[in-house]
């Protein structure tokens, strides 16, 4: 769960903007969506503020993945409500309460009859409605809720610019599901699957570029399924894509997520490879490690495959690393299966992963499963489960002591003029002294390797005006007359002699089958 902020407009003497304040629950994709809500309420005069206290508009832009994140929206309404009816009996302006996203999608008339005092509810192909909503809504009159399926009329409807800040950018280029896994509300809440046109995503990438984006990742609730219109008006691929947008002046790294192993064509697995631009990190979530388990869940997919996958992956760019999503104590899971899945975790070995017991959705087939596991039980396995994951994390961590590899500067640190950037591997790298460097890519010697984050120091000082980072007005550097670091260095992080020879040291290795 996040809290999405976006700068307020410089002072021009006009009127102090309304303040606006967005808590996003849930993925990547609610993050993209909850900074183009406030793009779409920026022309209103909306201002992001960082607390609900004081703001004139909150939005809770929700997930409706889980159970308790539900619960939580619910909670969360309730403290807003009495926050309201304090400022309205001391005489002080009230506040217009909005429920954005898949809680919003799948609950709307339940939301508005559990808690009154919500005022807008917006699905998550309805928010370029905001404007017309919030409009009726100041009026006290008209439909204040918005849930349709249209994301080809929500991307149209927005606006072009968009306030981001940094040189790391989320990018929707693909929306909904069709796979139907039976535990997941996905398609339900988001529709069918749909892609943005090339020339769309092209776009909104130069002026992402234009604001000093030097990252961008792709999201989509299956992004490699991304088929959208290319200039021949035949459909495009991800691969595609991938290759385009490294085409942009000042791109120079890119990512996607979330991906379906069903998806990973031999084309895409191929730009791994060949592609620079392309981060050597995946997230491609297989959620159980037994084939029964994965038949309940309707994967489409088996345990063979997605090893078969992982190998062919780290056959055409050695050093990716595989983060993944689990589900334990899904409906029916024995001993014998639970022990298939933390066998596959120990063949294909995660640099992260996120893993969870099962929490049944309501209209999901798998809700009415027999043999939903106990509580206890679910709970014993998750933490057995996340002890594995957590001690493969560590281990790929510390691996990258000693090495040097390109590091994108984000943000500023929490100690004196340290930075916090992002490896090729999206690793957490803190370094100190860096802070003028925020927005390039900069060679960086790790010290340490640490269970979320890394340390790491500068091999030299580097000037904010040097010419020795990429990122600068040349994005396509020659890093030759970089300082010698003890290995050869690709814009990428790649730290063999040859970018194409697999290191043996690398803490990742291959797997081939079951």
């Given amino acids: 769960m996040t809290e999405t902020l976006v700068p307020p407009a410089a002072s021009d003497g006009q009127a102090a903007p309304k303040r606006l304040f967005i808590k996003t629950y849930g993925c990547q994709m609610n993050v993209y969506d909850s900074e183009r809500m406030a793009d779409v309420l920026r022309p209103l005069g909306y201002a992001t503020t960082d607390t609900a206290e004081g703001a004139d508009f909150v939005i809770l832009n929700t997930c409706h993945i889980r159970e308790k994140a539900a619960e939580k929206v619910y909670s969360e309404l309730g403290k807003l409500r009495e926050m309201r009816d304090i400022r309205l009996a001391a005489g002080q302006p009230g506040m217009i309460i909005a429920v954005a996203g898949c809680v919003a999608q799948a609950e709307g008339e339940e939301i508005m009859r559990r808690q009154p005092a919500v005022d ?54 693909q929306e909904g599901c069709d796979k139907f896994c039976t535990f997941c509300v996905v398609p339900y809440t988001r529709g069918a699957e749909w892609s943005r046109p090339l020339a769309a995503v092209l776009a909104e990438a130069r002026e992402l570029a234009a604001r000093g984006v030097r990252e961008v990742t792709l999201l989509g609730q299956n992004v490699n399924a991304y088929d959208g219109e290319g200039a021949d008006g035949k459909p495009s691929t991800l691969a595609r894509l991938a290759w385009a947008l490294a085409g942009i002046p000042g791109i120079d790294r890119i990512r996607y997520t979330t991906s379906h192993p069903n998806d990973m064509s031999d084309e895409l697995i191929a730009a791994h490879g060949e592609l620079d631009a392309l981060m050597p990190w995946l997230h491609l979530p297989v959620q159980a490690g037994s084939d029964r388990i994965l038949r309940l869940m309707n994967r489409k997919h088996g345990r063979a495959k997605y090893l078969e996958l992982i190998g062919r992956i780290r056959d055409s760019r050695a050093d990716t690393a595989i983060a993944g ?141 040097s010419g020795l980072t990429r990122g600068s007005d040349d994005p396509h550097l020659d890093v030759s007359g970089w300082p010698a670091m003890g290995a050869s260095l690709s814009s990428t992080g790649r730290t063999t002699s040859d970018p194409r020879v697999k290191p043996e040291d690398d803490g990742l290795g291959s797997v081939h089958g079951a």
């Fill in 120 to 173: 807008i509810v917006v699905g998550p192909q309805a928010y370029h409605q905001l404007p017309e909503l919030l409009t009726r809504t100041a009026r006290a009159r008209g439909e204040r809720i918005g849930a349709d399926f249209a994301p080809v009329d929500k991307f149209d409807a927005l606006p072009s610019a968009r306030g981001v800040s940094g040189p790391t950018a989320f990018l929707t280029v």
């Fill in 325 to 465: 999503d689990f589900i334990v104590g899904f409906p029916g899971e024995t001993d014998r299966d639970f022990e298939e899945t933390m066998d596959l975790v120990r063949r294909v070995r995660y640099a992260s992963a996120f893993a969870f017991m099962y929490s049944p959705r309501p209209g999901t087939p798998a809700a009415t499963m027999a043999g939903q596991v106990p509580d206890d039980v679910s709970r014993e396995r998750l933490h057995a489960l996340q002890a594995l994951l957590a001690e493969q994390q560590l281990a790929f961590n510390v691996d990258k002591a000693g090495r040097t590899f390109d590091v994108l500067f984000e943000k500023k640190g929490r100690h004196g003029a340290q930075a916090i950037g992002r490896s090729p591997w999206l690793q957490s790298v803190h370094v100190d002294d860096a802070d003028h460097l925020i927005g390039r890519i900069v060679p960086v010697e790790i010290l340490k390797g640490q269970q979320n984050s890394l340390a790491g120091r500068l091999l030299t000082p580097v000037p904010s005006s």
